[in-house]
């Protein structure tokens, strides 16, 4: 990839990766646990921000999880999505040259867990404490059920990648 701009090729494959990331979360929104929606597709882009070279991915975590909370009809976590997403960008892209690829991933899809917070002292916030204890136990067992699924996709999808040679393809775009 040029370093001065970005190729056509490049935005391509941005648009793409991107496509494929909202496609794969709209077909997955349905699997739900009680009336919460989990996302598998945070393993997915964990690997595209480790392979995919430039900053391009970042746009691409913004973009699609603006998509996907509009799409969800949870507009007040948008800004908490992106948030999210920036810094699972940046742990994967940095955090990895500290850290272990694996060991990074592993923080980064941890991030998940930022929404339990938000949700209790905000959107949960006119309900008793009780009913907030019950929904905060709920939120956290969809969110580890996420994490794992992730862990879990990032291993598989890494080990095609690397296996089929399909990682370097996409590095040198």
Avoid at 85 to 94: G, H, S
Avoid at 137 to 165: G, H, N, P, R
Wanted: proline share 1%.
């Amino acid at each position: 990839m040029n370093k001065q701009r970005w190729s056509i090729k490049y935005i391509c494959l941005i648009g793409l990766l991107t496509a494929l990331l909202v496609t794969i979360s709209i077909v997955t929104m349905f699997v739900k646990i009680g009336d919460s929606a989990f996302q598998i597709t945070t393993g997915l882009y964990l690997v595209f921000c480790y392979f995919v070279p430039g900053y391009g991915m970042l746009l691409c975590g913004i973009v699609y999880g603006a998509i996907m909370d509009l799409v969800l009809n949870s507009i007040i976590t948008m800004w908490l999505t992106i948030l999210i997403n920036i810094l699972m960008f940046l742990l994967m892209r940095y955090g990895s040259k500290i850290f272990t690829k694996h060991l990074a991933m592993i923080i980064a899809s941890s991030l998940v867990f930022l929404y339990i917070q938000f949700l209790y002292y905000v959107v949960w916030n006119n309900q008793d404490i009780s009913a907030r204890n019950g929904l905060v136990i709920k939120e956290a067992i969809v969110d580890a059920i996420q994490w794992s699924i992730s862990i879990i996709a990032f291993e598989v999808i890494y080990f095609t990648l690397t296996k089929t040679k399909l990682s370097e393809k996409l590095s040198n775009f």
